[in-house]
């Protein structure tokens, strides 16, 4: 997992070439001519998904994982907490779904709990659970996000 500020990102751009492909995308890109949705950069290989909700209770959000890709989650606007664990031996709650890329995982397991504000932007590798949506405070804030898909 990388937890870090935007204007750093490009010190990522290392860790390979669709990573690099998915850096400048979101480096040369104007999110605000963006409606939400998909967006594709390389095919299947590099795509992005335009997100705006608003944040909720802890316990209304679930613990995921991915098999296929890799998630770089950029926060735009607004700000959340996003849980996270390392992958070990819990239990899943609901079976992998290969079409989607997801599983999900019991909310029994202890996460941390790291503050995204917008500007700031995560890294999510196989091994990484994460809960994210999940509120600051009592009241719920509009997030603007964009997630990067990038295919191991």
């Known amino acids: 997992m990388i937890l ?7 010190l990522y751009s290392g860790l390979g070439n669709r990573f ?8 040369e890109t104007d999110f605000s001519n963006f409606k939400p949705g998909k967006i594709f950069i390389d095919g299947k290989n590099i795509f992005a998904m ?7 209770n802890v316990s209304d959000c679930k613990l995921e994982a991915h098999k296929k890709y890799i998630d770089i989650q950029y926060i735009i606007s607004g700000e959340e907490l996003i849980g996270f ?5 819990q239990k899943i709650l609901e079976e992998y779904d290969d ?3 997801v599983v999900f995982f019991d909310d029994d397991v202890e996460v941390d709990l790291l ?7 995560t890294v999510f590798f196989p091994d ?8 600051v405070n009592e009241l719920a804030d509009k997030v603007q996000k964009i997630v990067v898909k990038i295919k191991i």
């Open 99 to 101: 079409e989607k890329d």
């Open 4 to 10: 870090d500020t935007f204007k750093n990102i490009k």
């Open 128 to 135: 990484d659970l994460h809960k994210p949506c999940v509120k």
């Open 115 to 121: 503050k995204l504000k917008a500007g700031m932007f």
């Open 85 to 89: 664990a390392t992958l070990k031996n």
């Open 20 to 27: 690099s492909q998915a850096i400048d995308f979101l480096c």
């Open 50 to 56: 335009l997100n705006e909700y608003q944040t909720k």
